[in-house]
C-alpha cells in the first residue's frame, strides 16, 4: 500500500504553507484571499488535474501514445449550504497525431486509473473532454518556493 504525508504551518493571518518532499507551497488561507497562492477549493481543483496528467504520463508509454504536449482545464462550481464542491468539470487538449480512438482510449484510462480522479469522483459529479489540439504552453512567471 502506497502511503503519503504532507505537512502544512499556519504562517500568519495571511496564509500558510504546505511541504511534501523538498517542495514547499504557498496556501491561501487567509480570510480575504491571496491572489499569489492557491486556496483549498483551487489545490483540490489542481489535484484532480495532476492527477490526470501524471495519469497520461504513466499509461502513454504502455499504449505506445505519442503526444507533443498536454493542456488540462479543470473548473470546481462551489454550493453555499453545506459548502462543498457541487460538480467539477474538466478539458484536455493532447497535441498529438494519434487516432480518435487513440485519443478516447487515453481518455478512458485517465478515467480509470486515477487515485484523486476515483476519490473525487466516488463523491462529486466529475465529468469532462479530450481534444486534439496544437499547444502553446505560456511560461511560469514569478515561480519560487
Given at each position: 500500500m502506497l502511503t503519503y504525508d504532507v505537512t502544512l504551518d499556519r504562517i500568519d493571518a495571511n496564509g500558510s504553507t504546505v511541504r511534501c518532499k523538498t517542495a514547499c507551497i504557498a496556501v491561501?488561507?487567509?480570510?480575504?484571499?491571496?491572489?499569489?497562492?492557491?486556496?483549498p477549493a483551487e489545490l483540490l481543483l489542481a489535484a484532480v488535474g495532476a492527477c490526470?496528467?501524471?495519469?497520461?504520463?504513466?499509461?502513454?508509454?504502455?499504449?505506445?501514445?505519442?503526444?507533443?504536449?498536454?493542456?488540462?482545464?479543470?473548473?470546481?462550481?462551489?454550493?453555499d449550504a453545506p459548502p462543498r464542491m457541487q460538480r467539477i468539470s474538466y478539458r484536455i487538449v493532447v497535441?498529438?497525431?494519434?487516432?480518435?480512438?487513440?485519443l478516447a482510449l487515453l481518455h478512458r484510462n485517465v478515467q480509470?486509473?486515477?487515485?484523486?480522479?476515483?476519490?473525487v469522483a466516488g463523491g462529486t459529479p466529475l465529468d469532462g473532454s479530450i481534444e486534439?489540439?496544437?499547444?502553446?504552453?505560456?511560461?511560469?512567471?514569478?515561480?519560487?518556493?
Open positions: 491561501d488561507s487567509a480570510l480575504a484571499g491571496r491572489a499569489d497562492a492557491f486556496n490526470m496528467l501524471k495519469n497520461i504520463e504513466r499509461v502513454a508509454p504502455m499504449l505506445h501514445f505519442r503526444f507533443r504536449g498536454v493542456h488540462i482545464s479543470v473548473h470546481g462550481e462551489r454550493q497535441d498529438s497525431d494519434e487516432a480518435d480512438h487513440r480509470q486509473f486515477g487515485t484523486v480522479f476515483n476519490t486534439r489540439g496544437s499547444l502553446s504552453v505560456p511560461p511560469v512567471s514569478g515561480a519560487s518556493s
